[in-house]
């Protein structure tokens, strides 16, 4: 069994840059965007942080914690996003990991509940997540589904 490591950005913050760089190439928000929320938690203006798992120093997964997903249910929040695991990594309980890595790390913080939206059905609820409602997602013609976790 391999052995991963998971860590907040705050363990790590060397690797801002390369984690925004890598965060960029699954969903194309541009890098600036991560760097802002990633220099916020890592100067302590928020909580909302960054999760990370690594292969030695290769990122295979990661996951982080906003204010809002693009979605207009702004009373919402805060939302888990950008959760993405490399395709050769996937079905080993990576992002299940970093999911309750996340969802522990906001409840030590007095943060609960906490949201995050998806298309998928299944994956979350075997995490403890809750299908809450649809939202509609800033400039999509289609609703989204809306998870929670109390």
Not at 42 to 61: F, Q, R, S
Not at 100 to 126: A, C, Q, S, W
Request: hydrophobic share 35%; glycine share 8%.
């Amino acid at each position: 069994m391999q052995e991963y490591k998971y860590i907040t950005l705050r363990e790590h913050p060397e690797l801002k840059d390369v984690a925004a760089s890598w965060f960029n190439s699954k969903w194309g928000v541009p890098e600036e965007a991560y760097l802002e929320c990633m220099e916020s938690y890592l100067n302590k203006e928020t909580e909302y942080g960054w999760y990370l798992c690594l292969d030695g120093d290769k990122i295979v997964a990661g996951m982080g914690v906003i204010e809002n997903d693009f979605h207009d249910r702004k009373d919402l929040f805060p939302n888990v996003c950008a959760v993405y695991t490399e395709e050769e990594y996937r079905g080993q309980g990576i992002a299940g990991n970093l999911l309750n890595m996340v969802v522990e790390d906001m409840k030590d913080k007095g943060i609960t509940p906490i949201y995050l939206v998806t298309d998928h059905t299944g994956f979350y609820e075997r995490y403890g997540w809750e299908f809450l409602c649809m939202v509609q997602g800033d400039g999509e013609p289609d609703m989204t589904r809306m998870y929670i976790h109390k």
